[in-house]
């Protein structure tokens, strides 16, 4: 039986070296090494934690994509007026929260529509349970609510889920 598990840990241990290095392969953001590792758990069994080494830090790779550069959410009452009331660009304002399914479905598909407006448009996240102030202000009584803004007066509003389309061209009405 000692034969086995000893067996059965140098199986596990050469698969998870295995699964490790393709992981990695092709990034030389540390050294390929099980010295890399700590093991508590004792000798025959798999390495558990990474070793604190600052000159071992993995890779992170940060993604820029439009989506993300192109909404923001809104702190309080004085960044609303900042970046919305105030802003040069239209601003879409995403009125939700953050237990609402729908909103979770709609917030994306906005980010979506305004990424392919090419900087012609910002995106505004509020969280109704975060701000009520600017929610009973423009008179959001359910979530999802969006509200179409462009130097600082409401152009156009809708509550609820969207498809695309329906969303591009709700999205469209702030350039035109």
């Known amino acids: 039986m000692g034969k086995l598990s000893a067996h059965n840990s140098m199986a596990y241990r050469q698969l998870v070296r295995r699964v490790w290095a393709s992981s990695v392969k092709g990034r030389r953001c540390f050294p390929v090494s099980t010295s890399a590792f700590t093991s508590s758990c004792g000798p025959a069994s798999p390495p558990c934690r990474p070793a604190p080494s600052p000159s071992l830090a993995p890779c992170r790779s940060l993604s820029l994509s439009p989506a993300l ?10 960044d609303f007026t900042e970046r919305v009331i105030n802003s040069d660009l239209p601003v879409l304002v995403d009125f939700h929260a953050n237990w609402c399914g729908p909103c979770k479905i709609l917030g994306p598909r906005l980010e979506k529509a305004v990424a392919k407006q090419q900087g012609r448009v910002t995106m505004a996240k509020v969280d109704i349970d975060e701000h009520t102030d600017l929610a009973i202000e423009y008179e959001v009584s359910a979530v999802p609510t969006v509200i179409a803004m462009r130097d600082g007066h409401i152009i156009d509003r809708f509550v609820g889920i969207k498809d695309e389309d329906q969303i591009d061209s709700f999205v469209g009405k702030l350039t035109g």
């Open 69 to 78: 550069r192109v909404s923001f959410n809104v702190q309080d009452g004085d």
